[in-house]
């Protein structure tokens, strides 16, 4: 008898996070459900485990803090042995709403769109600090769980790696031609390169030449740290064959993240995720996913939807 699956969630606490602990227990899948905040995550396992779902557990994870990762991987070591599914889901947003009201009223995020930048001051603001903790999280501390829980999905004989990204992070948004195709060129690109490119995106962004180096204008360091998230996916998937690693937009989903804007439910939202989570064995890797359906990394056309 095939031993059971286990998955690890980050951000499981909340929003898509928690439909996605809540399918993917649904599914006969032992479920980590983890959060940053300790109390939050217990109530939310709890409430899972109350409605029937007695194989989800929580432990506590904070992906900004490498102690707490490490205690983490020991802690699926301990009592797994391995893991068979990460899903990468918690994230910054790396902005301020000013006026949640009119920014609610003028559509959501579909506004924050280039052409749009000189209409947003008012509305939205996007300080230098927020910009760059939201690239520290959403990329290099993704990056750094992802990285300590290798040994334990290699010993899984069907892992996973959902990484959780955005239609922002379509490289459509970059305005830097060269720049755009170095991003898609993935059979040359490297970690460090992705690196390099970061560091020379926070140096525009402080120096205010985001427009004069052909950045994203609107929610400038969310689109690059999930175009960034995307290209590592595919660069994870080419370096380790025996796990199949991908990356999946949820859709534009009501949640607390979207200021309760958007199209679709936290339900219909995880259902990406989780498909993700559970495909086949001959499934594809270094793949994007908008909701269920494979997508481009460039779109040739505003991909907003």
């Avoid at 560091?199 to 180096?213: H, I, R, S, V, Y």
């Avoid at 259902?271 to 989570?277: D, E, I, L, R, T």
Wanted: proline share 3%; glycine share 8%.
């Amino acid at each position: 008898m095939e031993d059971k699956r286990c998955a690890l969630v980050t951000g499981g606490n909340r929003g898509i996070g928690v439909k996605i602990c809540r399918q993917l227990a649904s599914n006969g899948v032992d479920v980590i459900l983890t959060s940053r905040n300790e109390s939050r995550g217990v109530e939310a396992t709890e409430k899972l485990n109350i409605s029937g779902l007695r194989n989800v557990i929580f432990h506590q994870l904070d992906i900004n803090d490498p102690s707490s990762i490490a205690l983490s991987v020991k802690f699926v070591e301990t009592r797994f042995g391995k893991l068979d599914i990460l899903i990468n889901n918690a994230g910054e947003l790396g902005v301020i709403f000013i006026d949640d009201k009119e920014f609610k009223a003028r559509g959501g995020f579909v506004q924050l769109v280039d052409e749009n930048a000189h209409l947003l001051t008012n509305i939205v603001k996007e300080p230098y600090q927020l910009g760059e903790k939201c690239l520290k999280t959403n990329y290099y501390a993704t990056k750094t769980v992802t990285e300590s829980f290798i040994p334990l999905l290699q010993l899984s004989k069907s892992a996973r790696i959902v990484n959780v990204t955005s239609v922002f992070g379509d490289l459509y948004w970059f305005h830097n031609e060269k720049l755009k195709q170095e991003l898609h060129d993935i059979d040359n690109l490297t970690e460090g390169r992705i690196d390099e490119i970061i560091q020379m995106f926070l140096m525009d962004f402080k120096a205010a030449n985001l427009q004069k180096n052909g950045w994203p204008l609107t929610t400038s360091a969310y689109k690059v740290s999930k175009a960034m998230l995307n290209a590592y996916t595919r660069l994870m998937a080419r370096k380790y064959e025996n796990i199949m690693v991908n990356c999946v937009h949820p859709g534009y989903v009501i949640t607390e993240m979207t200021s309760q804007t958007g199209f679709i439910t936290e339900e219909e939202g995880a259902k990406g995720p989780v498909m993700a989570a559970l495909l086949p064995d001959n499934g594809p890797s270094g793949a994007y996913f908008d909701r269920t359906q494979m997508a481009p990394f460039l779109s040739t056309d505003a991909p907003f939807k």
